[in-house]
């Protein structure tokens, strides 16, 4: 997928309601996997050893999320990130590369995946659960950083594919997990560019359908002015009413960019059988779990997972 953009005439095609709910299942066990890196103490602790601020989760989280990229400038992480306003991405890019070069946050990012799956998961983090996971997510991601996976690629997806495997299993699930989100990450940004949604309107109109309330998106550094003009742009196409509540039409827009994110998330899916597919659910689940039992991560945040 290395190098691939999106052809959003031809990816995804083909892709029946059974894979698109298989892809969407695996990303809503996947995603709390990954994520965790970024509210972990141990991630942070790694960051602070490198130089970054840890006061709040922002400058570390940009430097873990975009080192694959390499020393990339604002402009180029705000189109990949899509969600931030590009005020909020230029107060830590390019800054981030000067506390540390991107192969070191690397290196110190393969040690905060390790540290915090050990602390999530204790023994169990070297077990054969995690193992299992490990090897079948490993495939799929394979198939994501494939050639034939490049119609759907985009650059997060394609940076995390084209890095070496860590020889850890719970290092490899967490990589694994994060190529495959990053690739579905980057097919959700086709389809919202296929809605004509700028990456405000996106949030907007993402809260107008209750995936979180407002205040959630506000963590993107969009200014009131800047939402209240997104929010009146959608008003006029009928999308979301003066209150800002999605209407019919909005309601349709949004459902239609998410089974759009599952088909064109399904295609590395395709690696597994049905039987291993139900394999890796069985070891995610504990794994899962953990993560969620671990009080880590935000009740509320703007993926809408389990809302939409």
Same mark, same amino acid.
């Given at each position: 997928m290395a190098g691939g953009t999106t052809n959003g005439? &031809?990816?995804? *095609?083909g892709v029946g309601d059974g894979e698109r709910g298989a892809a969407r299942r695996m990303w809503h066990l996947l995603e709390p996997l990954h994520a965790v890196l970024y509210y972990a103490p141990e991630a942070f602790e790694e960051a602070a050893a490198l130089g970054y601020d840890t006061a709040e989760r922002w400058p570390s989280y940009f430097a873990w999320r975009a080192a694959p990229l390499g020393p990339v400038g604002a402009e180029e992480v705000t189109a990949a990130f899509h969600s931030f306003s590009p005020s909020t991405v230029r107060r830590h890019v390019p800054? &981030?590369? %000067? *506390?540390?070069?991107?192969?070191a946050v690397l290196t110190a990012r393969d040690r905060a995946v390790r540290?915090?799956?050990a602390g999530l998961l204790g023994p169990d983090a070297h077990g054969p659960g995690v193992t299992e996971a490990a090897v079948l997510a490993r495939r799929v991601a394979e198939a994501a950083g494939s050639a034939g996976a490049e119609d759907a690629g985009g650059p997060l997806g394609a940076a995390n594919a084209a890095l070496a495997w860590p020889r850890e299993p719970a290092a490899a699930l967490w990589q694994a997990a994060t190529v495959l989100r990053e690739y579905r990450g980057d097919g959700h940004l086709a389809a919202l560019?296929?809605?004509?949604?700028d990456p405000v309107e996106s949030l907007v109109s #993402?809260?107008?359908v209750g995936a979180a309330p !407002? +205040? *959630? #998106?506000? &963590?993107?550094?969009? &200014?009131p002015a800047e939402w209240a003009a997104a929010r009146g742009r959608l008003v006029a196409r009928g999308l979301v009413? !003066?209150?800002?509540?999605?209407?019919?039409?909005?309601?349709?827009?949004?459902?239609?960019v998410e089974r759009r994110t599952d088909a064109l998330a399904a295609a590395p899916? %395709?690696?597994?059988?049905?039987? +291993? %597919?139900? %394999?890796l659910v069985t070891a995610l689940e504990p794994l899962w779990l953990a993560a969620i039992a671990s009080g880590l991560l935000p009740a509320e945040n703007t993926l809408g997972i389990g809302k939409v």
């Open positions: 005439a &031809s990816a995804g *095609v800054a &981030s590369w %000067r *506390v540390a070069a991107p192969d540290r915090t799956y560019r296929e809605a004509g949604l #993402f809260a107008a !407002a +205040e *959630v #998106f506000a &963590s993107r550094g969009w &200014s009413d !003066a209150d800002g509540a999605a209407t019919e039409a909005g309601r349709a827009l949004r459902g239609a899916w %395709r690696a597994l059988t049905d039987a +291993e %597919r139900g %394999r």
